[in-house]
Structures are given as C-alpha cells and as structure tokens.
C-alpha cells in the first residue's frame, strides 16, 4: 500500500506543478503545447480526486482501528467494527479504482478515426447490413456529439453499401470504437427471400487510429496516384471530371480510393490521410497480437477476421462473443444505443489488465 500512495504522492506534485505551467503568459502563448498541458491538468485533476477519497477512507479505517483498541464500551465497539468493515470494503474497491487510474493511457485512444465498413460474405443482404452498421455508427456519433466525414461511399445493387469509409474526430474516439473492429453477422430473412429462411451474412467493421505524419512517414515514390470519373452519387459535376483519386502503396499493396468529393485535391488528401492511418494500423495490430498473447485478451486483439458480434433479429437480440453478453435490445442498438456494450468491453478489458499486473 505504500508504494501506491508514493505513487499518488508523486501525481499530485505533477499535478501542482502543471496548474502552475497553465497560468504562465509564456505556456498560453504556445498554443500547443497550452493544449498538452491542459489535457494533462484535467487528467490528473480526475486522478487526484479519486486519489483523495482514497486517502480518506485509509485515514478512515485507522481512526476505527485505533477506537476498536481503545473503546471499552461494547456498544460503541460494536459500531466501529460495522463501520470498518464498510470502510475495507470501499478501501478495496477504492484501490481497484486507483490501480486502473493509474494504468498508462494508450496515447492512441485520444485519436481520431477512420472507419471502414464492408459487405462479407452474404451478397446482397450482406451489403444492406452494412449500411444498417453505417446507419447505426452515425446515430451513435451524433449521440456523442463528434463529427463525421464521409470519404467514399460504394453502393450496394439493392441498398445499402459494399463498402463505406468515413473519419469521426471529437473527444476519446478511438478509446470507444476501437472494440468495434471486427467482423459482425446478421441473422434474419432477407426482404429477398420467399420460402421465409433466416440467413447469416456478415459485414467488417475496421476502426483505424488516424495518423499523423509524424506517426507514419510515407515515401511519395512509393505510392501511385490514379484519377477517374466518380461512380457515385453527387451529380453532374462529379460523374463529368475525374475527381476520383485512388492511391496505390507499392511496397504493402494497400490501396485506397476517394471520390466524394468534387474537388481532386480534397480527396486525394482524404485518400492519403487514410492510407497513412492504414499503414499506421497495420502496425498498431501487430503491437496488439503481442498483447493479447501476452495475457490472452479477447477484447481487443487487432484481429480484424474475429466474429466479436451477432444481431440476431428473429429472437430480438445481440451477443458479442468476446464477453459473452446477449442483449435484448436488437432495435435500439441498431438505432445507435450501443454504450451499454462498448462500457461491457472497456470494463472486461480493465480487469484484465488488473488481472495480470499492467497496472
């Protein structure tokens, strides 16, 4: 225990000296590194606040210590014992907290996104479903109040979409849709069936960490650049000049095409800020198998051919396998009430890391 309150003595001194740094003319004049020093102030602002309580009821269960000793008074002893038994009982918990608290945050988790989404195997219904998981990211992203940018869109022949790639920025967004990678089935009678057969189809959702240039250094003469008319929707205007750009990363064999917007220079920035997220991706993966090898996670392994979820239409319900939690609410998490698993995934993921020692 005394190595985790030198720990939160060591925060609060950090957290001191940064409330200094914040009111200094020349740190608010450098506006990046005034933005660094503010995330971190409201970081550790929540840390020694828990901290505190932490520290309380320690102070707590030794003034109920040294009563139980003293007191001779068998009614007064008797509630003592009640109330240090309730105070063990939140000093565990409490350290539980703090433990977690002081696990390194993954830098990545405070990033922006790019997601893709793409029809599996299922053909045409395959592709509906994924615009029902595009339809139900976007009803989850305005309940977040993040924003959202679409960067290309492949329709589906009946509805829906083959593929759908678009960026969500806003405050913690990789941290929370990070656990969406994967693949996700569908079972239900497709409007297409006759005989009334309940179908699997599958979709892929891919959550990749928007990098930066610092993060990913891509050589220019290692990637080539393709233009074309646009096959979507947007009008004359795009189907008549070729604002389409599809970039070609040689040495991985990435490729990624742009084409929603009417300006060629926009989407070849779009195009390029996904291949670089692409490229940073494939890495971060590999860092992520090593992970869940290391401590056998099955929450949030960077293997993106894992089935993590089914929706489940004629019984009404969804399970994600990871966690094996079967929810009985397949119409509002299809309409974007998803909290309630993505909080199950960062609380299983939690306890394994506590489990084996990362904090």
Same mark, same amino acid.
């Given at each position: ?28 004049? !450098?506006? /990046? ?30 003034? +109920? ?7 001779? !008074? ?52 395959? +592709? ?10 976007? @009803? ?31 405050? !913690? ?7 969406? +990678? ?53 009008? /004359? ?25 009417? +300006? /060629? ?7 390029? /800020? ?45 399970? !994600? ?31 394994? @890391? ?6």
């Amino acid at each position: 225990m005394k190595d985790l309150l030198d720990k939160l003595v060591a925060i609060e001194d950090r957290y001191r000296e940064v409330s200094l740094l914040i009111v200094d003319p020349e740190v608010i004049s !450098d506006n /990046q590194r005034y933005a660094k020093l503010m995330k971190e102030y409201k970081d550790l602002g929540k840390m020694v606040e828990l901290f505190e309580l932490y520290r309380n009821v320690t102070e707590n269960i030794t003034s +109920s210590k040294d009563m139980l000793e003293s007191e001779q !008074d068998p009614e007064m002893r008797d509630m003592a014992k009640e109330e240090l038994d309730s105070l063990l009982d939140e000093e565990l918990r409490l350290r539980d907290e703090v433990k977690l608290a002081l696990i390194p945050n993954d830098p990545d988790d405070q990033k922006n996104v790019i997601v893709e989404i793409r029809a599996g195997t299922g053909g045409d219904e395959a +592709s509906i479903f994924a615009g029902d998981l595009f339809r139900m990211y976007t @009803k989850y992203i305005e309940t977040k109040n993040w924003s959202m940018e679409v960067a290309n869109l492949n329709e589906g022949s009946v509805g829906g979409f083959k593929e759908v790639v678009f960026s969500v920025s806003g405050e !913690d967004v990789y941290g929370t849709l990070k656990y969406e +990678s994967g693949v996700h089935r569908v079972q239900r009678v497709p409007a297409t069936e006759s005989q009334g057969r309940v179908h699997t189809s599958a979709a892929t959702v891919a959550v990749l960490p928007e990098a930066d240039e610092v993060d990913v250094n891509i050589n220019m003469a290692d990637v080539k650049k393709d233009t074309y008319r646009s096959s979507g929707a947007g009008g /004359q205007h795009v189907n008549k000049t070729e604002s389409a750009v599809r970039l070609t990363h040689i040495p991985t064999g990435v490729v990624v095409e742009c084409q929603d917007g009417r +300006s /060629q220079h926009k989407n070849y920035e779009k195009a390029l /800020q996904v291949l670089r997220s692409r490229l940073y991706e494939r890495e971060l993966a590999k860092k992520q198998q090593e992970r869940a090898a290391e401590r056998k996670s099955l929450v949030s392994t960077g293997d993106r051919s894992a089935k993590i979820r089914t929706y489940n239409y004629p019984q009404g319900r969804v399970t !994600d396998h990871r966690i094996n939690l079967t929810l009985y609410n397949l119409q509002s998490i299809i309409d974007g009430d998803i909290d309630e698993i993505i909080e199950s995934l960062k609380v299983a993921e939690n306890a394994e @890391k506590l489990k084996t020692g990362q904090a």
